[in-house]
């Protein structure tokens, strides 16, 4: 299914869409996509901050084998544009203090949705992109998948301003692909795995690291067009009219 032009709709229509999404993308972690003693969230707190999906994991003794519907992969994944920080040029890390959700397992991993109120104001794009930085550099794996166009506050993208800030590093998006999908894994230094995409492409599956060296694919594209199969008719169309 190709992504849509969300900028025709109100802000309140992808809002509720996105609401839908994260759950989607929760259900999928959890139905055999992580491994034993790990699982997913949706709109949880995460350390003062609601994060949109949380994926946690408990510190067993004797780690169970994965089931056979989870695949973690040890291979470093495959994507468009893969970089890497320079040491010398990141933000200096922060010592580990593992980020402890009600349950008491620790976070591992957040996947953040943009949304249009992440960027309308300055103040509000600045605590996003300085609490994705805070996050990488306390080893917790970020995912951000923006489906709206660069404005005044990321003129290059998201990405660009995550990582211009976390890794001191220029990025500047192709023209005809200006939305963005990436995973970041919080090593040191940090990666980026970024796909730029565009309207009309289909969305990619992307890595969600586990670990440092360790991630699952996470099936971005199916539970899109889960969300949109279960979106009212009124505002498909509406999506679809241009």
Known sequence: MPIHDWTIVEAGIYHAFHHS????????????LLPPDHYALPEQDVGGYVADVVALHGRSSAPSPSPPTATVMAVAPLASVISQADPARTRKRRSHVAI??????????????????????????????QKACDLIERRINLMVVDLF?????????????????????DFTPPPDKPLTVVSYEAAFPPKAYLEPRAVGDRLPDMPLFLEPGRHIQVPLEATYQTTWNATPQRWRAAVESR
């Open 21 to 32: 999404w994260i759950a989607f993308l929760s259900a999928a972690l959890n139905d055999g």
């Open 149 to 169: 166009p660069p404005g005044p506050r990321d003129p290059q993208g998201i990405h660009a301003a995550i990582w211009g800030e976390l890794a001191h590093d």
């Open 100 to 129: 402890k959700h009600v349950s008491g397992y620790e976070t591992f991993a957040i996947i953040e949705l943009v949304s249009p109120g992440n960027k309308d104001n300055r103040n509000g794009f600045l605590v996003f992109v």
